[in-house]
């Protein structure tokens, strides 16, 4: 006996397994293995390393760690709505269907191909910076001095094969990797907590709340104006993926409680071991030298996590810390393929079009992934990162291309992306619940309409601080055309999007009328309710 397919009042929701609709490999992964590729796309050691020594010094400064609990309250706001349709709606796109069913097909259309291109992309930034942590690990390690593109090919192979099978065999490698990085991670601040911290003891200071909004100071000759606002972006942009958990709803167990578990576990584990660790980082290195190392005094920002970890626990520690850069952005970038050859296929099933349904659209026979889509994925990668190499060259004031160029701009192009269709979301939950009247039995004051409001306010401040700052959050690469066209690409893949809705509406209505609406059945019986109708 099946429960009532998931609806919509407006149009009704179609069961991912209808007549020529192919499904993901049902039950595949459980919750630890959604949680793992959600923490995955946020890569802890690379967020860490790579996003904290620019937040102090030049953004809030030892005010960091405030500002990561600042993010940690307002994403478990978001969260609460984001997880409330996720019990009600199981659908790969995630994003593009929970916006269809809110606001309407076209709506979640051009939401559906904003999200796709920020996945699509992100891998690409983290192919970019797996490259580069790759290049300078094997050179410190005395190993051969070669093009940072052919770590970048090797990256891009290895992705294209896990991608390509079971969605269990890339959990099995993220998880390795991920746990490793945590690990490391927190036994460098444990150790700093039992030593009582560093020249300033704990530094209270760096958790007051307040301090979130301080900027850092600037510096002695007036070259470095600190912006709290940056440092708040940064934090933001450390937890980039946590939302995928959705993603994998048709492939876990029991997507109603695995999807909303792992989803806030990931953004309040995330945000918790993010505030602890900067803070016990900063502590260990002290007020005064935090700022100064974040801005180069070393010649290296990322000392602001080596020195610690040599000093504390060895110079073999140090080499396993570099080692795990360079497996915690592979990870990432593993994640963010896996993630954006799903929405591809989400977006290609619903059979708008009968080539695509075919190919993008379809799965493999034995494995159950979308093959098809991941190919196209990696192939789209390899354009991007092939185009980097070709068209951007190094410069004096960026000689790496892969981390300043390809890392930097595809991530501030995916990160834009992907916070305005979060606040799209957000605004989405609202309607479904309050102005469709959609399960009444989920929808309160505060779950359904509060948090999603507050959540909504949030993204779009966030979206404001990226373009208040996005000159300097491109650094070095802010004169390439790729960044010039980055707010136009946006807008102009939302209008696309938009465009192909109508287009379709206007050519055949139950197409039209399908968009977004490829979810899962589930049965209704308490000892049926890990099984996927059929």
Known sequence: ?????????????????????????????????????????????????????????????????AGFFFATVVLTVFSVGYVAMAKHITATGAFYGFISHGLGQAWGMASGFLATMAYVVFEASLV????????????????????????????????????????????????????????????LAVRILFDGGGPDGFLPSAINPAKAFSSAPTSADGAIVGTAGLGLFFAFWSWVGFETTAVYGEESRNPRKIVPRATLMAVIGLGLFYTFVSWMVLAANGSAKSVDVSRGSTGNAFDLFFEP??????????????????????????????????????????????????????????????HIASVVQSVVTLAITLGFFWLQHPTKAAPDVAYIHLYGLMAIL??????????????????????????????????????????????????????????????AASGSPVFKATPYLVVGVFLLGLVCALVIRSRDRASYDRIGRTVMEHETPAHLSDRVAV
Request: net charge neutral.
């Open 414 to 475: 995916g990160t834009m992306a992907i916070m305005i269709v979060q606040g799209i979301c957000s605004v989405s939950v609202i309607w479904y619940f309050h102005v469709k009247k959609e399960h009444p039995e989920t929808a309160s004051w505060w779950r359904t309409l509060l948090c999603p409001l507050v959540g909504a306010v949030a993204m779009g401040y966030v979206v404001f601080l990226l373009f208040q700052n996005l000159d300097f959050a491109a650094g």
């Open 128 to 187: 970019g910076i797996f490259s580069s942590f790759a290049k300078t690990t094997v050179e410190a390690f005395d190993g051969p001095s070669i093009s940072w593109i052919a770590y970048a090919l090797a990256c891009i192979v290895v992705i294209a094969a896990l991608g390509y099978f079971d969605i269990s065999l890339s959990g099995i490698v993220l998880g390795v990797f991920l746990v490793t990085e945590v690990a490391l991670l927190a036994i």
């Open 1 to 65: 006996m099946t429960a009532q397919t998931q609806t919509s009042s407006a149009t009704p929701a179609l069961p991912a397994q209808r007549e020529g609709v192919q499904r993901l490999k049902p039950g595949a992964v459980g919750l630890v293995g959604v949680l793992f590729m959600a923490l995955a796309n946020a890569a802890p050691i690379t967020a860490m390393t790579g996003n904290l020594p620019i937040a102090v010094g030049y953004g809030n400064g030892v005010g960091a760690p």
């Open 309 to 370: 970890t040599k000093a504390l626990l060895g110079s073999a520690s140090l080499d396993v810390y570099k080692v795990l850069t360079v497996t915690g952005s592979f990870a990432c970038a593993l994640a963010f393929h896996n993630a954006a050859s799903r929405y591809l296929y989400a977006l290609a099933r619903e059979g708008h079009s009968a080539g695509l349904a075919r190919t993008l659209g379809s799965t493999h026979p034995t494995h159950g992934s979308p």
